[in-house]
C-alpha cells in the first residue's frame, strides 16, 4: 500500500481550493444562478447590519458636522488658517496703528519749539539711520531744494541734534552731537559760563571744556544751551543738554562738565532744520 506524505496531502488540499475558486470565478462571471442567489442571501443577511450602523451613526455625524460647521478635517483646517491669518492681520493693523500714533506725536513735538522765536524751519522726517557703530549721522528728506544747507542747525522739540554735514538736492546728512568729531559752543543756563561741547559717542554723556576752575561748583541738572557767541554756527539758546557731573580738566586747570544730552539722538523720527546762517 502507498503511503501518501503530509507534504503530498498539503500540496493536494491548496489544488482543491484553488480549483474551487477558479471554478467560482468563471461561474461568477457568467451570471450562473447559484453563485447570484449566494450574494443575494449574504447582502440580505448583512445589509440590516450596514442600515443599523448608519441610522446609529448618522446622530453622531450630522452633530460633529453641526459643531464644526465642515463636511470634513480639510474643511476645518481651512477655517483654522483662516481665523489664523485673520488674527496676524489684526495684530499687524495694531501695530501699524501704533506706529502712526507714535509718528504723529514725534512731529508734533518737532513742530512746538517756542525758543525758536521767528528762525524759518524745515521740517524732515528721518529716511535712514547711522550706517555701524562707529557712524553718528542720519539721513533726512529734505534737502537743498528745500532750502536746506551745509552747517544749519538741526533740532527738535527737546534741543539739539546736531548739524546738516551734507546736501543732495532731496535728501541732507545730518552729523549727530554725539560724534566725537562734533563741536558746539554752549553756556550755562544759570552762571552764563562759556565751553565747548563735544561728543564721545552713542550713549556717553558730552564732555564741555569750560573756563571755570577745578573747583568751582556746577550742581548736576544745570542746563546748558548753545551760547551763540560771534561767528557761532548755532542760534542763542538752543537746549543742549544737563549737568551730569564734573571733573578736572587736562592739566588739573580747569573744570570739565560730563553732560546728557536732552535728545535721544537714537530714537530720531522727525527733525526741524533751522533755515539759519551766521551773522557776517
Known amino acids: 500500500m502507498a503511503v501518501i506524505s503530509s507534504t503530498q496531502g498539503s500540496r493536494g488540499r491548496l489544488a482543491v481550493f484553488v480549483l474551487a475558486a477558479v471554478t467560482a470565478l468563471v461561474l461568477d462571471q457568467r451570471n450562473v444562478g447559484v453563485i447570484n442567489r449566494s450574494r443575494e442571501v449574504a447582502s440580505s443577511a448583512f445589509g440590516p447590519l450596514d442600515d443599523a450602523a448608519e441610522v446609529v451613526g448618522a446622530p453622531v455625524t450630522d452633530a460633529w458636522n453641526g459643531w464644526t460647521g465642515a463636511d470634513s478635517l480639510d474643511e476645518l483646517e481651512a477655517q483654522n488658517r483662516k481665523l489664523k491669518d485673520e488674527l496676524a492681520a489684526a495684530r499687524a493693523e495694531k501695530v501699524r496703528n501704533t506706529d502712526a500714533v507714535h509718528q504723529l506725536e514725534e512731529l508734533t513735538k518737532s513742530l512746538e519749539l517756542p525758543w525758536l522765536g521767528d528762525i524759518p524751519k524745515v521740517t524732515a522726517q528721518v529716511i535712514s539711520g547711522p550706517q555701524s557703530n562707529f557712524s553718528h549721522a542720519v539721513e533726512i528728506n529734505k534737502g537743498s531744494k528745500d532750502g536746506v544747507a551745509e552747517g544749519m542747525p538741526a533740532v527738535t522739540s527737546g534741543g539739539l541734534v546736531g548739524r546738516v554735514s551734507q ?4 535728501r541732507s546728512t545730518i552729523e549727530l552731537i554725539t560724534d566725537p568729531a562734533f563741536r558746539v559752543g554752549t553756556r550755562l543756563a544759570t552762571s552764563g559760563a562759556l565751553g565747548t561741547s563735544r561728543g564721545q559717542g552713542s550713549n556717553e554723556p558730552l564732555v564741555v571744556d569750560t573756563s571755570l576752575t577745578p573747583d568751582a561748583k556746577v550742581p548736576a541738572g544745570t542746563a546748558l544751551v548753545t551760547s551763540g557767541v ?39 523720527t522727525y527733525m526741524t532744520i533751522l533755515i539759519w546762517k551766521p551773522p557776517a
Not at 546736501?167 to 532731496?170: A, D, L, Q, R, T
Not at 592739566?251 to 553732560?259: F, I, N, T
Open 167 to 170: 546736501v543732495s538736492k532731496h
Open 230 to 268: 560771534d561767528r557761532s554756527i548755532f542760534p542763542s539758546g538752543i537746549p543742549v543738554g544737563r549737568v551730569k557731573t564734573s571733573r578736572s580738566g587736562v592739566g588739573g586747570m580747569s573744570l570739565d562738565l560730563l553732560v546728557d544730552p536732552l535728545v535721544d539722538v537714537d530714537d530720531l
